[in-house]
């Protein structure tokens, strides 16, 4: 395993640490719908992320385009839930777009994973 994978998986532990936090800050705030959205967000892909690399790891899919997924699994939640916490925390955005943005990659990144299952793997 190499080492942007490991980074990856720590990443993905970093995301569910997050995840959590933000969830139970939802839970005691009176308007924490986007801290919620954006634990969601982050725990959910947390998975997504873990899950394609042991796919790519294990040669289950295609390994170039899995990691593609992967990155896209971390940056996509990153920057839209960033943004979310930015609103919430700053009264202000991360910068602009980056919502919009962080959703396209999450969205691309799991086309990515249906597109990396069906491609061939070399022998």
Do not use: N, Y
């Not at 994978?5 to 936090?21: D, E, F, H, S, Y």
């Amino acid at each position: 395993m190499t080492r942007l994978w490991r980074l990856l998986i720590a990443l993905a532990g970093l995301m569910g640490a997050t995840g959590v936090a933000l969830a139970a800050k939802a839970a005691h705030d009176a308007d924490a719908s986007p801290l919620a959205t954006a634990s969601m967000m982050l725990l959910f892909h947390a998975c997504a992320l873990l899950g394609t690399v042991a796919l790519a790891e294990r040669g289950v899919i295609h390994r170039r385009i899995g990691l593609i997924a992967a990155l896209g699994f971390a940056l996509g939640p990153a920057l839209f839930a960033g943004d979310l916490l930015m609103r919430q925390f700053a009264g202000d955005r991360l910068f602009p777009f980056a919502a919009p943005i962080g959703g396209s990659l999450q969205i691309a990144s799991w086309i990515a994973l249906a597109i990396c299952a069906l491609w061939p793997r070399r022998a």
